[in-house]
């Protein structure tokens, strides 16, 4: 660690991933990844949030402490402002490193229809500045119902993807694109989601682009078969965005090493995984779980999330093949890509405060926790990154492989040791000294990373 070889594999990783483009992805089985001309259909697929749930559904009044929240819920809460502690990004503020001239592009069903107010009484809460979210409408988007429980659950992701973007890069455009497409039989909104993304792709408007959704690969049409076509020809947005140096996020999904059958709601009985996490042109961001005080200080080392609501996604892919950045941690993925390659804040026990108004009977404070909190929070750091870097630095996990050769002062990687993501009776992975499949290459010290993902 730190030896001039080591040094020289680690620039020859980054160099390499500043010019990999869609050719460094394989796909296993009979159905080879091709560039879709026309939007394929995935019938049957089961399109959800990766966002955990809520505690107190009728909404507070007022946000509670993290004290508070242990004494009177029994779970820890926390406020952006911790999470910039925790994270270590007000020295990024101070240097004038506030996501400036860059866009973050979220993408959700139906999205919200008062997510303009809400943000602007969060930021008022916290003190941060207001910013005026952009609402893109793809496709025939039906007027909002908050008697329906596909808008209203798609409306709290939407809140927490935009307001914790937002609270981390204050500075940079958000851009909701609300997609129309219901969860119906033979419809799933991955082809509008997809259309969309390679839409703001082309037209140059994305920078960074977070996805809190996912589908399990072995739901896919032609899986148990090896025919992959119906998931490999929806990445055409993908290949747009590493020919346009566009960075993608996904959640790796909230239920561990396991996810969610065709029918949303039984999960299957053994290790599976989920797309787009699992896609290599996409960069997989898993969750753990943090213990801090009331200020954001850490009063214990971040763990792998598992709690009693969920567990951090991650695990072999069953559709591709390890990606070459991945050469370096093969005795770990063994042929297949692995996720997530990093981890966040996710645990509903340390759960994010977030302000929701669009369901008038529960208006007010809620807790929230899941993958979807953590890829919005990293959004907003590639963001900082970008803007630090002046320009986008497109597919991050190049750029991830080879920082984790450096000393973790040079890199501000933070490995997590300790925890696992089993859940519901499937054993998942312990997390373990480096690389592993429940939380990655670890977690982040914002400043000393962003300072080296930028190369400043």
Known sequence: MGSPRTLRRALALLAVGATALAAGTVSTGSGAATTATTAPSAAGVHVRPASAGRVNAAGRTAPLTTSQCVSELGIHCYSPLQYREAYHLNPLYQEGVT?????????????????????????KQWGLPDTQVEIMKWGNVPPFDPTNPDHTGWAGEATLDVEYAH???????????ETGVAETEGTTGLPEMMDAEQALIRSGRADVISQSFGATENTFPG?????????????????????????????????????????????????????????????SVGGTQLTLDDAGKRTAPDKVWHDAYGAGGGGESGVFERPLYQAGVAKVTGN????????????????AWTYESYDPTR?????????????????????????????????????????????????GLVDVTTGDNSWDGVTGYRATRGYDLASGLGTIDAHRFVHALAGR
Do not use: C
Request: aromatic share 10%.
């Open 99 to 123: 996501g400036k001239g860059r866009t973050i592009v979220i993408v959700d069903s139906f999205g919200s229809p008062t997510i303009q107010h809400d943000l602007e009484v969060f930021d």
């Open 363 to 411: 208006v007010g404070w809620h807790l929230t926790g899941g993958t979807s909190e953590a890829a919005p929070i990293f959004s907003g750091v590639v963001a900082l990154a970008d803007q630090l870097a002046g320009r986008r630095l497109g597919q991050l996990n190049w750029r991830l492989y080879g920082l984790d050769l450096l000393p973790q002062q040079w890199s």
């Open 167 to 177: 609270a981390i890069a204050p500075d940079a455009h958000i851009i909701l694109v």
């Open 336 to 351: 297949h890509r692995g996720t997530p390659d990093i981890s966040m804040s996710a645990a509903v026990d340390g759960g």
């Open 223 to 283: 899986f148990d078969k090896g025919d992959f076509r119906s998931l490999t020809d929806l990445r055409y947005a993908f290949k747009e965005a590493a020919a346009h140096d566009v960075t993608v996020l996904a959640s790796s999904g909230d239920a561990g090493a396991t996810d969610y059958q065709q029918n949303g709601a039984d999960l299957y009985p053994y290790r599976v995984n989920s797309w787009p996490s699992s896609d290599p042109l996409v960069t």
